[in-house]
């Protein structure tokens, strides 16, 4: 499985963001999930959809403010950010694994792929 993701970009606070994942090659994932990473810091749980359900599970920080979807057609998923605050200013990566169970989708060693990351930079 091949992840492209992109939508990033620098944008004020307040403001809003889409992010788009695209999956290609043997495709198929239980889940796809985004997190996002700071220079030094751990990669952080944002968001993950169940491919096949449209159940959707949201980290704490950005609950109310980010959706995640996806598009089973385009094999495409997407996290879409509203309010945005500085603190969230960080690498997006998207992930996917096709043999994920519920409870380990909050954490990124459970995932066999990953996209290459996108930069969102929040201004004050």
């Known amino acids: 499985v091949q992840l492209q993701a992109s939508g990033g970009g620098l944008v004020q606070a307040g403001g809003s963001l889409r992010l788009s994942c695209a999956a290609s090659?043997?495709?198929?994932?239980?889940?796809m999930a985004w997190f996002r990473q700071t220079p030094g810091k751990e990669r952080d749980f944002v968001a993950a959809?169940?491919?096949?359900?449209?159940?959707?599970n949201y980290g704490d920080s950005v609950k109310g403010r980010f959706t995640i979807s996806r598009d089973k057609v385009k094999n495409t998923m997407y996290l879409q950010m509203i309010s945005l605050k500085p603190e969230d200013t960080a690498v997006y990566y998207c992930?996917?694994?096709?043999?994920?169970?519920?409870?380990?989708?909050?954490?990124?060693?459970?995932?066999?792929?990953w996209g290459q990351g996108t930069q969102v930079t929040v201004s004050s």
């Open positions: 992930a996917a694994d096709p043999r994920i169970i519920s409870s380990s989708i909050y954490r990124h060693e459970h995932y066999a792929y």
């Open positions: 090659g043997r495709t198929g994932s239980r889940y």
């Open positions: 959809i169940n491919w096949a359900s449209g159940n959707t």
